[in-house]
């Protein structure tokens, strides 16, 4: 399952965030470090299901209306304070959770009412690009101790015939989430020495910079919307980093109140309508997230989710199904699994994803859509159905 992180100082909305996203009941408070571990969880990407395309909604609990939403892992670590890979707040072993992640949401607090310890301060006087900056800082120098500390090893087998610099570090960097391909593409970006004897800081550093940017990509949730001044989100925009406007906690109302009956809301949706019974005040509560979303077009949580997926780690969604004309699985159910495959997967890769054993017999595949089978190289597209045969299925 792909496995997205959120980062960020603390009292940004970390929590809310996951809270929101996953519906699972975490602490959320108004002061630094209120997490101390790690919270894991199951959240989800949405999509067009595919079952628009047909006469009937597919009926499955993870299609609503066509609103298809697709497992990923969530991921909420404790806040980063500046000098936190030397130690300094609550240290390294948070840096060190955000090794299985696949990309990063940075969450900043966008009303610049905390200052970068996470502490309250008045609503605008933190400048939030200064958390941008920081957070990827700490999280580069993190990686960059990790090279050090292994940097022996790679000596020590340079002094072997067939050593291989790229076959080294990859070797270093796999339990980072780095292939021998990104450790490639980053070796031909960088400038130095072939002997790792003479490599200096600068040297590890610039490829901790590079691979850590490669494996680990950003984006940064403008959190607090509600209450950010408009020119904080601009600054933010003027990084040239994707940034989305969010309000965690009008998501977490929203989906509170969408669990209690009393609003119709699917997370992603850019409006929602009352239809229970509800206080003043929770009704003009809930005005004032329509307001933010009417401005922003929707809460941004699960936009951010969305883009992290979909745009930072460039994956599609297939769909696999054992009868190609009424898309279901052995036991009728419809469009029962989607899986998010990087683009350029082909029929081959869909078929290991569902299993080691639908692969190695991997005979052919029928889109589904269209009735034809496909060529072993075809790419799939976000969307696709594909019916796939092997001699294990
Ligand atoms: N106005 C506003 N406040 C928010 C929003 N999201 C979170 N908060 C508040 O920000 C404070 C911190 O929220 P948390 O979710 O605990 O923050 P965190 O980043 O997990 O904090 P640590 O665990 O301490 O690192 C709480 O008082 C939240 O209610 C939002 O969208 N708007
Ligand atoms: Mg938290």
Known sequence: MISI????????????????????????????????DANRGVSSVRTDCPCLERDERCGDEHCRAGKRYVPIELLDVAGLVPGAHEGRGLGNQFLDELTNADAIVNVVDASGGTNEEGEPVEVGTYDPVEEVDFIEEEMDQWLAGIIDRNWETVERQSRSPDFDVDDALAEML?????TEADVAASLRDLDYPEDPIQWTDDHREALARDVRARTKPIILVANKADVAPPENIERLNETG??????????????R???EAGVVDYDPGDDDFEIVGDLSDEQSAGLEKIREVMAERGGTGIQTALDHAVYELLDRITAYPVQNETRWTDAKGN?????????????PTDLAYAVHSDIGDGYLHAVNAKTNREVSESYELEEGDVIKIVSTAS
């Open 334 to 346: 419809v469009l029962p699994d989607a899986f998010l495959l990087p683009r350029g997967s082909t």
């Open 5 to 36: 992180a959120l980062a960020g100082k603390p009292n940004a909305g970390k929590s809310t965030f996951y809270k929101a996203a996953t519906m699972a009941d975490v602490d959320v408070a108004n002061y630094p470090f209120t997490t101390i």
């Open 241 to 254: 980093k994707p940034v989305i406007p969010a309000t965690a906690e009008g998501e977490l109302a929203l």
């Open 256 to 258: 509170q109140a969408a």
């Open 174 to 178: 796999t339990g980072f989430g780095a």
